[in-house]
């Protein structure tokens, strides 16, 4: 009996090893190799594997391919210029970008702000304003200068018109006798045929308040034209660094596209190899299949974006189509998404634009032109004084020959004052300050507005960099979180859904920490426009600027209203407290 059960128990454990031995998963022909992130290392562009069945090849968007290797990649530091991202982007050849960059012009960001302030079409605008606000003021002060110009008239009568014209008879001394040059049968007209006049006159202004307002009044339209070229200048220089910031992360998100659907094709072909033999079902691959196919349009969707974004670039920096390259690039960008943090202060910020901000001076040059345009309403009350003088020669009536000339000097004043106008004049003021009033309300606006401007800014630098220190971290996470999943599904502990989704979410969060950095590039220029530190891409200009600009006048501070005056106080001042140290006291 004990020798039945003993041999019973031998059989049965037999046949559970034999069963369990059964139960173990096959090696794979072929597996991924496990990595922490499916970054890639190498510069070179991923060549294609053949003969994959879930590898897409379209006309325009370039190929997908597979990479042969994914090696491990180092972990994410706050600067992307070290990583494996930003030097697999500029290394992307024209199968990775749909179309041809060989032979376009390389542009760094200086070089392309410096670019753009040649060529771009709102400056070149903007300096021709100058221009025509200079000629305003040359025409305007010609009306108070001395007008100098001759004059001429020269007139040639037939002289068949000078005899026989008819006349009267004289019958003294008993018969009729012909008065000279008159009548039938009278002699020839002595007049000479050919007459002219010469005159040299000059006209001076003696008086008139509208016009001498007025010349005053170009000079601040000219001031305006000039903080206008400055804010054009202002504006077009942070348009160009976010275009360029955005050239850079739409090729950098290329790399990211690229790298989840090589992976994707990586773990189809694992899954086409284990159905092969016999370990998945065929469920596996078609998921695979389905999700490898949702990522391709990710992928040509970013190079469309890439693509647009060097063609808005080109435009901003006033670059023509060369029909020469065809649909090839027309430029190239160089440089990095850095993260460099700026610490700031916003109070001291809120001032700084205030007083930089180039807009604010335009508005502050509009509200002192039009108080002369109030006075040049005004003008329409008081009298206008002119006089004009000259020589005149004027030729003798007998003798056509230049001896015989009469020459003289003339001399004119005129004046007018419109004692009753039945209210035009006044009617005139109303208006024009009315739009003074309208004008100091929007430099107020205008004030608020650049504050609201600078917090915004301020605002959304501090957002970008929470989130880039949020996303950094969760990219770590996301990567680890993909080579986790592998390694259990290569282990037959995980399932392929966790690999999938475990991409996806590196996808993710490796798309939002270059957004993440794109935002907080794109909003320190707007920072810098917003408080005027753009000056030391403007020095070109100052040698255009006029002399009034650099002034007092156009001290634009908190303290000062719009049109430059002290503020009165308004009660609801801040309390400020000064150091007793340097004999002051406490308010």
């Known amino acids: 009996m004990r020798k039945q059960l003993l041999a019973g128990g031998f059989a049965l454990s037999a046949f559970l090893i034999a069963l369990f031995s059964f139960g173990q998963s096959p090696s794979p022909t072929e597996r991924p190799t496990a990595s922490p992130t499916p970054i890639l290392v190498s510069t070179s562009t991923p060549t294609p594997t053949p003969t994959l069945t879930a590898t897409i090849s379209p006309n325009e968007s370039g190929t997908v391919s597979v990479p042969s290797t994914l090696g491990a990649s180092p972990g994410i530091s706050p600067s992307p210029s070290a990583t494996p ?5 500029a290394a992307l050849g024209e199968s990775d970008l749909g179309w041809s960059e060989k032979g ?3 542009f760094r960001l200086d070089q392309a702000v410096i670019t753009a302030l040649a060529q771009n079409p709102a400056v070149l605008q903007a300096l021709e ?3 025509r606000t200079k000629g305003v003021i040359i025409q305007i002060r010609a009306e108070a ?7 001429f008239t020269w007139d040639w009568t037939d002289p068949n018109l000078n005899t026989n014209t008819g006349g009267s008879f004289s019958t003294f001394g008993g018969g009729p006798t012909p008065t000279p040059g008159a009548g ?9 045929d050919i007459s002219y006049n010469i005159k040299v006159t000059g006209s001076q202004l003696v008086f008139n308040y509208s016009t001498f307002r007025a010349i005053r009044g170009t000079f601040f339209q000219r001031d305006s034209a000039y903080f206008a070229l400055r804010n054009t200048v202002d504006q077009t220089i942070s348009i160009v ?3 360029f910031y955005q050239v850079i992360v739409n090729r950098e998100l290329i790399v990211v596209q690229e790298e989840s659907v090589n992976l994707l094709e990586s773990q189809l072909k694992d899954q086409q190899n284990r159905f092969e033999a016999g370990t998945v079902p065929r469920f596996n691959v078609l998921q695979a299949q389905v999700q490898l196919y949702n990522q391709i349009p990710q992928l040509i969707a970013a190079r469309n974006n890439y693509r647009i974004s060097v063609l808005q670039l080109a435009k901003t920096l006033g670059l023509d189509f060369n029909p020469a390259r065809g649909i090839a690039t027309p430029l190239r960008v160089s440089g990095d998404l850095t993260y460099i943090p700026r610490k700031i202060d916003l109070l001291a910020a809120i001032e700084e634009g205030k007083r930089n901000r180039p807009f604010l001076k335009q508005q502050r040059a509009n509200v002192l032109n039009q108080i002369e345009q109030v006075h040049v309403a005004i003008g329409s009350w008081l009298p206008n004084v002119n006089a004009n003088g000259g020589g005149e020669w004027l030729s003798s009536q007998f003798n056509s020959s230049f001896g015989d000339v009469s020459k003289g000097w003339l001399t004119t004043v005129t004046g007018s004052w419109p004692i009753w106008d039945s209210g035009m004049a006044w009617g ?3 208006q024009q300050r009315a739009i003074l009033s309208q004008q100091e309300i929007s430099y107020d606006d205008d004030v608020r507005q650049v504050e609201l401007e600078i917090q915004q800014a301020a ?13 950094e971290k969760n990219q770590e996470t996301a990567e680890e979180a993909v080579r986790l999943a592998k390694a259990r599904l290569d282990a037959g502990a995980g399932t392929q859904l966790d690999v999938l989704n475990a991409q996806v979410q590196l996808t993710t969060a490796q798309s939002t920490y270059l957004q993440a950095l794109f935002g907080y590039n794109s909003s320190l220029a707007e920072f810098d426009r917003v408080t005027g530190a753009q000056s030391t891409y403007s020095e070109k200009f100052d040698g255009i600027a006029p002399r009034a600009t650099k002034t007092g006048t156009y001290y634009t501070g908190s303290d000062v209203d719009a049109r430059g005056r002290p503020k009165r106080p308004t009660g609801f001042e801040p309390v400020t407290t000064t150091s007793k140290s340097q004999g002051s006291t406490s308010k």
């Not at 039938?184 to 000479?192: A, D, F, R, V």
């Open 85 to 89: 991202i930003a030097v697999q982007a």
């Open 104 to 106: 376009a012009p390389v």
């Open 129 to 131: 304003e100058i221009r």
């Open 145 to 151: 200068l001395p007008q100098i110009g001759p004059s």
């Open 184 to 192: 039938i049968g009278g002699i020839k007209n002595l007049h000479s």
């Open 241 to 243: 660094k976010t275009q």
């Open 428 to 430: 005139k003021i109303q």
């Open 459 to 471: 605002s959304n630098l501090l957002q970008n960099r929470e989130l880039i220190q949020a996303t």
